[in-house]
């Protein structure tokens, strides 16, 4: 499973968007986040369900691919991935953070991440569809980076 470390902001941030958002974590500081083509390389970007129940579904597909094969998987966005379904309803390796959705994208600027932002995952048990769409992510200020660069390889 591709997962990475990234730091939470501080809960007292003050956001205009109240939008609640929900993604899925192996341990405390890692996220699920899938890799992207991209003309320039490889983008990551954090994984982000609008609904909860999507999010725990999504999980628990997760978790019974790894009791399966005894391995995360590796998700690369591409038009289908194979995963089994589960006929598990709770989560037992993952948990669910719910995020103020401008909080998360505070969180994947600073982590210089973009971030999938899935809004329904529909279908029958043989086959789900996902719907969302990618925001892609960036700081206007270069010194933004430039610092948070510096504070990373300063510690």
């Given at each position: 499973?591709?997962?990475?470390?990234?730091?939470?902001?501080p809960r007292n941030i003050v956001t205009?968007?109240?939008?609640?958002?929900?993604?899925?974590?192996?341990?405390?500081?890692t996220m699920y986040a899938t890799r992207q083509p991209d003309p320039e390389g490889v983008r990551t970007s954090l994984v982000a369900f609008e609904r909860q129940k999507?999010?725990?579904?999504?999980?628990?597909m997760l978790e019974e691919h790894r009791r399966q094969t005894h391995e995360w998987p590796e998700l690369i966005a591409r038009e289908a991935y194979v995963l089994p379904m589960s006929t598990r309803?709770?989560?037992?390796w993952l948990t669910l953070e719910s995020w103020?959705?401008?909080?998360?994208?505070?969180?994947?600027?600073?982590?210089?991440?973009?971030?999938?932002?899935?809004?329904?995952?529909?279908?029958?048990?043989?086959?789900?569809?996902v719907s969302g769409?990618?925001?892609?992510?960036?700081?206007?200020?270069?010194?933004f980076y430039r610092g948070r660069f510096d504070n990373l390889f300063y510690r």
């Open positions: 499973m591709a997962s990475l470390s990234v730091f939470k902001p205009s968007s109240q939008r609640v958002v929900y993604t899925l974590h192996a341990e405390m500081n999507d999010a725990a579904l999504f999980g628990c309803t709770t989560l037992e103020k959705l401008k909080e998360l994208e505070i969180c994947a600027v600073t982590n210089c991440l973009d971030v999938f932002l899935l809004s329904s995952l529909e279908g029958a048990r043989e086959e789900i569809v769409r990618l925001l892609s992510l960036q700081a206007t200020d270069p010194d």
